[in-house]
């Protein structure tokens, strides 16, 4: 349910998302042609009480690599691998492995999806007496007051890095 969400809500921001599917493919994943990919690895159900685990910081960095091996990608190419997850400590033994992984609580992605809702909401209101142009340039200043522009979500997304969470 959560992928989905994800899939959604990275299309109406304007990403390509896309759930790939396959073993050891992430989530979900949203990408401006070879400019930027983030890369989701949703861990929504797991305990708020315990560390992250050195598997889960393994697989979500992983996914690195894969967006190299199966996307068009640069030496500008930005990957943000990102892994949505209530929990807020991170295992000592997965610190070596958490390289440029990033944390992000499921619920800042739920006020995101709730923010480009409301967004689109007040744009669609107004789009029928309003050109293309008219529209598009609506779009892009909503998204721009809301800071929901692709590159505002990538660093919205990237704000914990997992490398410097506390450790238990």
């Known amino acids: 349910k959560f ?3 994800l899939e959604i ?13 396959g073993e050891g493919a992430p989530d979900c994943v949203w990408s401006l042609g070879d400019l930027i990919h983030i ?3 949703a861990k929504t159900e797991q305990t708020p009480g315990d560390p992250i685990g050195i598997n889960d910081v393994r697989q979500a ?7 190299k ?6 030496k500008r190419t930005d990957i943000i691998c990102v892994m949505e997850t209530p929990r807020t400590v991170l295992s000592r033994t997965a610190l ?7 944390r992000v609580a499921p619920d800042e992605v739920r006020t995101i999806a709730k923010e480009v809702t409301a967004a689109l909401r007040v744009i669609r209101a107004g789009a029928t007496t309003m050109g293309l142009e008219a529209i598009l340039e609506k779009t892009l200043g909503k998204y721009r007051e809301a800071n929901l522009r692709p590159l505002d979500v990538a660093e919205r997304l990237s ?10």
């Open 61 to 67: 960095q992983s996914h690195f690599d894969w967006i």
């Open 9 to 21: 809500v990275g299309q109406m921001l304007g990403f390509d998302a896309e759930i790939p599917g």
């Open 69 to 74: 091996a199966h996307r068009p990608c640069n």
């Open 159 to 168: 704000v914990q890095e997992v490398s410097k969470m506390p450790t238990a």
């Open 96 to 102: 070596p492995h958490a390289k440029t992984l990033c």
């Open 39 to 41: 890369v989701h690895e």
């Open 3 to 5: 992928h989905r969400g």
